[in-house]
Structures are given as structure tokens and as C-alpha cells.
């Protein structure tokens, strides 16, 4: 009898892994406190399986909608971030909350890119599938891209870690488009739209 | 830009049955969707997040929650549709 193997699951490379004590919430193995995500390629993104134990309960049994809104945020960060090689910041989130998500029961969330990844503004979307792959949360986000040298007088890093996550970076945006592999070490673009990160959410990691 | 209403209304018909496991011609665009057996919140939530995902659209909850009929929402559809091609 012939037996047919699952394909391989292969995982995107995080820029941050470089860094050794990076504490994002969303996807360090470094934060106790957070819910560290994991992810993997995914035919139309990335992808992220995960299961929030009662730490992160709203109603009895039921996790916390803000939780989901950290779940999708990562997820489609991550994505913007592995294909661009740059840092991905978000500027709005829309979440649709279609049934409660039960704490200790296993989900996937599923991120793609939308529209813009060329640009200063990248749109993404996100769902999150219950284990019979019912939809039970959607999510539209618009995440500004910056280049690293923008990002980096906004995030706490040593000079060291700098100089390790723009190389990651450099690595990664060439991994994603060689044609455009020369592009994320140089120095900064002007960035017209550049404001004071005064309610941006760094998905770029703040390392403590 | 042109938008095909007939096209919408069908294409939410076509949501509408699938996610509430019904027959597509046991539907007129004026049935009513909290009518239909087996529709619930969430099944008639999921019908919303089919068809914002299917037209690439975020429709405003008052107007998700206003709607009662399949023609109904397609006018939704239609609206959001001619904003974002404003």
C-alpha cells in the first residue's frame, strides 16, 4: 500500500530571530508573557495555528477579542515583512467578529497581501478558521512600509542589534524580490508621509 | 466604472446558499434571510464577511445589521461599490 505523505511545511524566516531577546508579544519565544506565535508558509501567505488558554479570556471560555485583533495584526505584519524586507508598521485594522473563539480550542489564521506592497502603503487581510475551517474572525489592514533606516530611530536597538536586523532585513527583502535586493540597505528615502509614529503599532519588534 | 447590480444580486445568492446550506433557486432577491431555515447570527455574519471579502469592500454595521433581504444587501454592495470607485 502506498502511503501519502503531508507536503512539507516550511516556515517563513522572521528578521527578528536575529535579534536573541527580542520580546515582541505577538511572536517572541522570549516573552512569558506573550502568545508566541509561530508561523508557516502558507499557499496564499502565511499562515499561524494557535490556542489561547485562559489567560486571554473575555467571557467565560471565550478569549478575548483584542487577543485576535494581536493574532491577525501579527500575522499579516509578519507577511508584509518576510515579503518586502522592510518594516511594517500598522496604520488601521478592521476586524469582523463572525462567532466567539473558545479558549483552548485550536485556530489557524491565514494572512494574504492585498494591494500596494510597492508602495508606501500596504493593504493585507486575514481570517481565522476554526479546526472545521469555518470562518470565525476577518480582518483588514492598511500597514505603512518603512525602510529599515526609518524604523530604526523608533525602536529601541543597540548598535550591534542594529547593524544584525538591517543585515536580516537586507537578506530578507532579498529573498523576496532579487530584483530589488540593493534597495533596503540604502540610506533613507525621503518619506513624504512620514509623521511622528505618534499611534503607529510597531509590528517592527521592540526589543527590551 | 459600470457595475452589474443583476450580477451582484446573484453573486450574493449564491453566498447566501452556500453558507446557509440551501438551494440557490429555493432564493428571490427579496427572501427574507433571517426567514431562511438554519440562519442564524453567525451564519448571516459570515454571509456579510463572504461578500465583503468577494468585492473587496467593508460595509458599515448599520447598514449589515439594516438589511433583511438579499436585494437588500446587494444595494449595500452596489453603494460601497460606487463610493470606492468615486
Given at each position: 500500500?502506498?502511503?501519502?505523505e503531508?507536503?512539507?511545511?516550511?516556515?517563513?524566516e522572521?528578521?527578528?530571530?536575529?535579534?536573541?531577546?527580542?520580546?515582541?508579544?505577538?511572536?517572541?519565544?522570549h516573552?512569558?508573557h506573550?502568545?508566541?506565535?509561530?508561523?508557516?508558509?502558507?499557499?496564499?501567505g502565511i499562515?499561524?495555528?494557535?490556542?489561547?488558554?485562559?489567560s486571554?479570556?473575555?467571557?467565560p471560555?471565550?478569549?478575548?477579542?483584542?487577543?485576535?485583533?494581536v493574532?491577525?495584526?501579527?500575522?499579516?505584519?509578519?507577511l508584509?515583512?518576510?515579503r518586502?524586507?522592510?518594516?511594517?508598521?500598522?496604520?488601521?485594522?478592521?476586524?469582523r467578529?463572525?462567532?466567539?473563539?473558545?479558549v483552548?480550542?485550536?485556530?489557524?489564521?491565514?494572512?494574504?497581501?492585498g494591494?500596494?506592497?510597492?508602495?508606501?502603503?500596504?493593504?493585507?487581510?486575514?481570517?481565522?478558521?476554526?479546526?472545521?475551517?469555518?470562518?470565525v474572525?476577518?480582518?483588514t489592514?492598511?500597514?505603512r512600509?518603512?525602510?529599515?533606516g526609518?524604523?530604526?530611530?523608533?525602536?529601541?536597538?543597540?548598535?550591534?542589534?542594529?547593524t544584525?536586523?538591517?543585515?536580516?532585513?537586507?537578506?530578507?527583502?532579498?529573498?523576496?524580490?532579487?530584483?530589488?535586493?540593493?534597495?533596503?540597505?540604502?540610506?533613507?528615502?525621503?518619506?513624504?508621509?512620514?509623521?511622528?509614529?505618534r499611534?503607529?503599532?510597531?509590528?517592527?519588534?521592540?526589543?527590551? | 466604472?459600470?457595475i452589474?447590480?443583476?450580477?451582484?444580486?446573484?453573486?450574493?445568492?449564491?453566498?447566501?446558499?452556500?453558507?446557509?446550506?440551501?438551494t440557490?433557486?429555493?432564493?428571490?432577491?427579496?427572501t427574507?434571510?433571517?426567514?431562511i431555515?438554519?440562519?442564524?447570527?453567525?451564519?448571516?455574519?459570515?454571509?456579510?464577511?463572504?461578500?465583503e471579502?468577494?468585492?473587496?469592500?467593508?460595509l458599515?454595521?448599520?447598514?449589515?445589521?439594516?438589511v433583511?433581504?438579499?436585494?437588500?444587501?446587494?444595494?449595500?454592495v452596489?453603494a460601497?461599490l460606487?463610493?470606492?470607485a468615486?
Open positions: 500500500m502506498t502511503t501519502v503531508p507536503p512539507p511545511t516550511t516556515a517563513p522572521l528578521p527578528w530571530a536575529v535579534l536573541e531577546d527580542y520580546r515582541c508579544f505577538g511572536c517572541s519565544p516573552n512569558p506573550g502568545i508566541a506565535l509561530q508561523f508557516t508558509d502558507h499557499p496564499e499562515a499561524t495555528t494557535f490556542r489561547l488558554g485562559r486571554y479570556e473575555s467571557y471560555g471565550v478569549v478575548h477579542g483584542g487577543l485576535l485583533g493574532v491577525v495584526d501579527e500575522t499579516m505584519g509578519n508584509i515583512v518576510v518586502t524586507g522592510q518594516v511594517a508598521f500598522t496604520v488601521s485594522m478592521r476586524l467578529y463572525l462567532a466567539p473563539v473558545s483552548g480550542a485550536e485556530y489557524i489564521c491565514v494572512a494574504r497581501l494591494q500596494g506592497a510597492d508602495g508606501p502603503l500596504t493593504s493585507a487581510s486575514a481570517e481565522i478558521l476554526d479546526a472545521d475551517g469555518a470562518t474572525v476577518t480582518a489592514a492598511t500597514y512600509n518603512v525602510s529599515f526609518t524604523a530604526r530611530d523608533r525602536i529601541a536597538l543597540s548598535a550591534p542589534e542594529a544584525r536586523l538591517g543585515q536580516a532585513l537586507t537578506t530578507t527583502a532579498a529573498d523576496a524580490s532579487p530584483d530589488q535586493s540593493d534597495q533596503s540597505d540604502q540610506p533613507d528615502q525621503p518619506d513624504q508621509s512620514d509623521q511622528p509614529a499611534q503607529d503599532h510597531p509590528t517592527a519588534k521592540e526589543p527590551q | 466604472m459600470s452589474d447590480a443583476d450580477g451582484i444580486v446573484r453573486q450574493i445568492t449564491e453566498i447566501v446558499a452556500a453558507e446557509l446550506g440551501v440557490v433557486d429555493s432564493l428571490v432577491p427579496d427574507d434571510l433571517r426567514g431555515e438554519g440562519a442564524d447570527s453567525v451564519r448571516l455574519l459570515r454571509v456579510v464577511a463572504k461578500v471579502q468577494t468585492w473587496d469592500v467593508e458599515e454595521d448599520d447598514e449589515v445589521f439594516g433583511s433581504s438579499i436585494a437588500d444587501l446587494a444595494k449595500v452596489t460601497a460606487q463610493v470606492q468615486a
